[in-house]
């Protein structure tokens, strides 16, 4: 039942920052965890970070760590990734994900997820 739209995507210069959105409709978003991933051309889908249901908990792929936050507002149904000092290599369809879980258990396993938004394009380019 639970379904997620991300939005606010976009093309970005290298060191800019950008806000990305993951809406939930059809449950309320704090029964879950919520965990962002990216998929570069020709690489495989890779883990950014994950949240925990209430925001205490929060988990980041060395990568990102420092650059990237994520946030929740469960009142409006809303997890948001905050990424700053954007590089080149952030580039990349990012998606966020939904997982039955109060805190981010082995949060890097796409498999573990059982919902999915659409994704959206980012693009780190002068």
């Known amino acids: 039942q639970l379904q997620l739209v991300e939005s606010g995507g976009g093309l970005v210069q290298p060191g800019g920052s950008l806000r990305l959105s993951c809406a939930a409709s059809g449950s309320t978003l704090d029964y879950y965890a919520i965990g962002w991933f990216r998929q570069a051309p020709g690489k495989e889908r890779e883990g950014v970070g994950c949240?925990?249901?209430?925001?205490?908990?929060?988990k980041y792929a060395t990568s990102v760590k420092g650059r990237f936050t994520i946030s929740r507002d469960n009142a409006n149904n809303t997890v948001y990734l905050q990424m700053n000092s954007l590089k080149p290599e952030d580039t990349a369809i990012y998606y966020c994900?939904?997982?039955?879980?109060?805190?981010?258990?082995?949060?890097?396993?796409?498999?573990?997820?059982?919902?999915w938004g659409q994704g959206t394009q980012v693009t780190v380019s002068s």
């Open positions: 949240i925990s249901t209430s925001g205490s908990d929060t």
């Open positions: 994900a939904a997982l039955n879980l109060k805190f981010c258990l082995l949060w890097g396993t796409s498999g573990r997820y059982p919902y």
